[in-house]
């Protein structure tokens, strides 16, 4: 199990930018598939991006075009760059890691942040 800790959350008027931040301890980081998920008030948990190891990446076509995911494993650090920012991107958002990616899509990673909230508002 890594543990994670996300930073780069905030308040942001729409149309902004913000960079959330993922850094893991131990071991073994560039071997993990490592993904954003994020959860709004009232919704369920939603699969925001992923990047494996070999550098894969998807995103999900809510936010396809407006966010980047990427990694750095010499830093062990995961990003997500979130652009056009709207009111709907509101939520907390929650890095995890695994392998392999299926683990990440089914959420069944024993390894996760305790998330960052993402408030867009005027």
């Known amino acids: 199990q890594v543990q994670l800790v996300e930073s780069g959350g905030g308040l942001v008027q729409p149309g902004g930018s913000l960079r959330l931040s993922c850094v893991a301890s131990g071991n073994f980081f560039s071997t993990y598939t490592m993904g954003w998920y994020r959860q709004a008030p009232g919704k369920q948990r939603e699969l925001v991006a992923t990047?494996?190891?070999?550098?894969?990446?998807n995103v999900a076509d809510s936010v396809k075009g407006r966010f980047t995911i990427s990694r750095d494993n010499s830093k062990k650090t995961v990003y997500l760059q979130m652009n056009s920012l709207e009111p709907e991107d509101t939520a907390v958002y929650y890095c995890t890691a695994g392998s392999p990616i299926a683990t990440i899509l089914n959420r069944e990673s024993e390894s996760w942040g305790q998330g960052t909230q993402v408030t867009v508002s005027s």
């Open positions: 990047i494996t190891s070999a550098g894969s990446i």
